[in-house]
């Protein structure tokens, strides 16, 4: 079983700040954890994903995030905010070899203020 | 590389009816996952196949359907719909189960 809490449903950074998303996971076997981004009216486009290897995982647009296995944490972040980083931010786990699909926490709605 | 292509974008129907969506993978990608997106209970998984056979199947009852061809497409289907399947469907295909799942836009079926 697994399962992923986002902390906090909406997020608000001022231009230029820094992001931080927060996501805890559980999994019962070792986690792939991947992070999502969505806008409006459009389906999930990968940010980063962890697998196995380096805990700090670089992504697209200038996200990353690190793995913290004792800390069951794979947080979000990015140095400095801009307006096109506003959307939708999803955290998802699936089980290495496991069978239940990506879990995906409900979201993180990130708001970019000028 | 063409993306994972969902038709239709839209669809509207009524109570009762039944639906199918449709879901082309990346060419080279034999593991489809379909998953609903509601605002109230946000992303969940509905099934994935493998290779023409469904891997494991998320917690929706037996009205949600599914099936994968061998050119790797999937459908699925849902009958005597119920104004609570209104959603956004999104279909992903990875070139294996478990690995990084690559969305389509998704399907928006309203039902009324």
């Known amino acids: 079983a697994q399962s992923v809490t986002q902390l906090g449903s909406h997020v608000s950074v001022s231009e230029g700040a820094l992001v931080l998303l927060r996501c805890n996971y559980s999994s019962s076997v070792p986690p792939y954890l991947f992070w999502y981004v969505q806008y409006p009216n459009q389906g999930l486009q990968l940010l980063l994903k962890y697998t196995t290897g380096a805990t700090l995982v670089k992504g697209i647009n200038g996200f990353e995030a690190e793995f913290k296995k004792s800390e069951t944490s794979f947080h979000l972040t990015k140095p400095s905010a801009h307006m096109s980083d506003a959307a939708e931010y999803f955290c998802a786990v699936s089980g290495r070899g496991g069978a239940d699909g990506l879990t995906f926490g409900k979201g993180t709605h990130l708001i970019i203020q000028p | 590389k063409a993306g994972v292509t969902q038709t239709p974008r839209y669809l509207i129907k009524t109570r009762g009816q039944q639906v199918t969506l449709s879901c082309s993978p990346i060419?080279?990608?034999?593991?489809v996952s379909w998953y609903q997106q509601t605002p109230g209970q946000g992303l969940q998984f509905l099934f994935e196949?493998?290779?023409?056979?469904?891997?494991n199947k998320g917690n929706f009852p037996g009205r949600f359907s599914g099936r994968q061809f061998s050119n790797s497409r999937s459908e699925m289907n849902v009958s005597t719909l119920e104004l609570g399947d209104s959603a956004l469907y999104l279909c992903a295909s990875s070139s294996q189960p478990n690995t990084e799942a690559f969305f389509g836009q998704g399907t928006r079926l309203t039902v009324v």
């Open positions: 196949y493998f290779s023409e056979t469904q891997r």
């Open positions: 060419s080279g990608h034999r593991s």
